[in-house]
């Protein structure tokens, strides 16, 4: 037994010793050294200079990576992903393949977690894609990476992710603000969603508690709408979107594209056809902007809008305080701008408010933006459950102004209110009516009292 004792050591040395060994040869040959050898034999497959073949066989292999002090990242996707900036890589295979669709968002300049999550500083495939333990940003499945567009452009419509428009106006309509908190404003019933995308990234799940709150968060207090499989999945877009990231002011510097629909907006709300006509068709104190994209550069058309009277000594033209984006979008616009499509701006042209018409309309926006629609329904007609309040839902507001006075609902929206208990053994009921006073100016309270009031059935009213 006791001269046995130096075999197990020896043999157990040789154990370690392999398995250092082993370690050491891992680490002088990490996967992703086979990746860029297998990507340097495919490039030069192309090559049919035997000399140039040779050299790029002999690139020397090392670790690619980008700085992105803007957007507070270092990404080593491409020490894998080689081929993005390559056209000659189109449908090679992954890792290797070009990216089609990122001219406007060159590798240099955005790296791809940006876009993808993942983890940038990793170099081996599973930690990289975020597969592992501990590591909040998985690589989002790829029908989802489009969310990530929301995260610059976070206003109007973004025409390869039409899902986060959609998503952001359910968001608008459908009173989530009412519960949940967005850059500052909103309750405080649900959690916090200015993060959502940034700490909840599993979509599907996303996707299944809008189809039904409850059955992914059993007995919460959020209603179920009733949106269509497509409704959840713009409204998961839009979360995906919201991470709350702090990014460099080039990041940020075109959060609404200049498209010529914005454009077309920006002309519509302006009012430019008071003094333009297209194609003859408008007003007549300027000239006619059919061709102007043609006659000036759009330097030029920049320039002017920004002052007239510079560029056009003596120009009755109004000096619009238009942000560059929205200059950009114009400029487009009048590119593509047609008497037919001039016509139907002037046919949609809003016939002028009373002032009162206007409360009611102001109040009604109120209404949606804060989310008092989220728990009095649509239109204010109720539905929404709040187990063990007397009733079993948040009350409708459409006979409000049957038994309050004007004074008594504006007191009564700024103070809040704890529904009463139907059954005071029972837990009280999820959602209450929150205090409104610091969140809505006296203004917006008094527009919407006005918007509440003009719900009452007309046939009933004043007879
Ligand atoms: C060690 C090499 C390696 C690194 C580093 C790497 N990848 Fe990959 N990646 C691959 C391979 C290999 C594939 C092919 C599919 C597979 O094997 O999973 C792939 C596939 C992908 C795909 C498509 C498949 C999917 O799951 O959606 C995306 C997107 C992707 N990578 C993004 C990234 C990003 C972003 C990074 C940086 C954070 C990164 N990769 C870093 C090797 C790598
Ligand atoms: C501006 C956002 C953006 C950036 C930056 C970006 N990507 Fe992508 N990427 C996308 C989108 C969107 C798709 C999905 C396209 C589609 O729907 O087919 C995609 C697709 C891919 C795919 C193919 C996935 C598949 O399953 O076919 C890979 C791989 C990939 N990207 C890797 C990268 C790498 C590596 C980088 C960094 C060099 C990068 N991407 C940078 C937005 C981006
Ligand atoms: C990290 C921020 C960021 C993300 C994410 C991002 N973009 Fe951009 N995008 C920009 C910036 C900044 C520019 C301007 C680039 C420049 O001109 O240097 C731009 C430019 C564009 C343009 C051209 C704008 C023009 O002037 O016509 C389009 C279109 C666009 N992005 C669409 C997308 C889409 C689609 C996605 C998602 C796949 C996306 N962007 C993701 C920041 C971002
Ligand atoms: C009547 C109050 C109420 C309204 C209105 C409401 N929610 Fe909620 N929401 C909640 C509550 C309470 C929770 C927490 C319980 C749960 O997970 O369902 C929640 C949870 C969520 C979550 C999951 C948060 C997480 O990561 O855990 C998301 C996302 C969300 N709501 C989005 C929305 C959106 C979008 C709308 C509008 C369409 C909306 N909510 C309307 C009360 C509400
Ligand atoms: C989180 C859910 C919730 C939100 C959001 C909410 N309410 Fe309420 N509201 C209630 C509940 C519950 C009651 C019933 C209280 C009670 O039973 O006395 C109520 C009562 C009222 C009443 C009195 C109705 C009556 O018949 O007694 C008015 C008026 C009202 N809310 C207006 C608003 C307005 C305006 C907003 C938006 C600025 C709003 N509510 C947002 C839950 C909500
Ligand atoms: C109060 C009347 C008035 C309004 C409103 C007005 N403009 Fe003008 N605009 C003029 C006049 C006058 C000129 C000619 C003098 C000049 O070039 O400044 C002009 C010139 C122009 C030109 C140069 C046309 C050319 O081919 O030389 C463009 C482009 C233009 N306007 C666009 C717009 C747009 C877009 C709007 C709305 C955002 C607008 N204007 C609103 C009066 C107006």
């Keep these: 037994m006791r001269d046995r004792m130096p075999r197990y050591f020896f043999l157990l040395s040789m154990v370690i010793l392999g398995l250092v060994a082993a370690a050491l040869f891992q680490a002088a040959r990490p996967p992703w050294k086979k990746y860029q050898r297998e990507f340097y034999a495919l490039e030069a497959q192309h090559e049919p200079n035997a000399a140039a073949k040779e050299s790029v066989l002999k690139t020397p292999l090392a670790i690619n990576q980008i700085l992105l002090p803007g957007l507070q990242r270092v990404d080593r996707c491409t020490t894998c992903h080689l081929g993005v900036d390559d056209p000659s890589m189109k449908g090679a295979r992954e890792p290797f393949a070009y990216h089609a669709g990122i001219q406007q968002h060159p590798p240099s300049k955005f790296g791809c977690t940006v876009c993808h ?4 500083l990793a170099t081996d495939k599973e930690p990289a894609h975020g597969h592992v333990a501990h590591w909040e940003e998985p690589l989002l499945p790829r029908e989802y990476a489009r969310a990530s567009c929301g ?7 973004v025409s390869e992710a039409p899902e986060l428009a959609q998503g952001r106006r359910l ?6 603000r009412g519960c949940h908190k967005l850059n500052g404003v909103g309750g405080s019933i649900g959690p916090d969603l200015s993060r959502e995308g940034a700490t909840r990234r599993d979509p599907e799940w996303l996707v299944r508690h809008f189809l039904k709150p409850q059955s992914v968060s059993k007995g919460s207090a ?16 839009y979360m995906l979107s919201l991470t709350g990231e702090e990014m460099g002011n080039y990041y940020t510097s ?25 194609g003859g068709v408008g007003g007549q104190g300027g000239p006619d902007l059919q061709g102007t994209a043609q006659r000036h550069s759009s330097e030029w058309l920049d320039e002017h809008f920004v002052s007239p009277t510079l560029v056009f000594p003596g120009s009755s033209m109004p000096a619009y305080d238009l942000e560059p984006n929205a200059r950009a979008a114009l400029i487009r616009y009048l590119a593509a701008a047609t008497p037919a499509d001039a016509r139907s701006i002037l046919a949609a042209h809003p016939k002028s408010l009373s002032a009162e018409e206007m409360a009611i309309e ?12 989220g728990c009095h329904g649509e239109n204010a007609k109720g539905g929404v459950p709040n187990p063990n309040s007397q009733g079993g839902q948040v009350p409708s507001l459409i006979h409000v102004a049957d ?11 700024r103070r809040g209110k704890m529904p009463p ?10 959602l209450y009516m929150p205090a409104w006073k610091g969140t809505l100016n006296e203004e917006d309270l008094k527009n919407v009292v006005e918007y509440i009031w003009s719900l009452k059935p007309k046939e009933e009213s004043s007879w």
């Design 222 to 237: 959020m209603p179920d709408f009733g949106f269509t499989r497509n409704q959840a999945r713009d409204l998961t877009f």
């Design 403 to 413: 038994d309050y006075t004007k004074p008594e609902i504006l007191s009564l929206i």
């Design 254 to 278: 075109k959060d609404v594209l200049p498209s010529p629909a914005y454009g077309r907006q920006l002309f519509a709300e302006k009012n430019c056809l008071t003094c333009h006509a297209v």
């Design 151 to 157: 995260k610059c452009h976070t206003k109007g419509d």
């Design 117 to 120: 999550g993942g983890q940038g």
């Design 421 to 430: 208990l139907k059954d005071a053994s029972k837990p009280a009921p999820p």
């Design 362 to 373: 102001a109040g009604r926006l109120s209404f949606e933006h804060y989310g008092c629609v």
């Design 171 to 176: 968001f608008d309509t459908h009173g989530c």
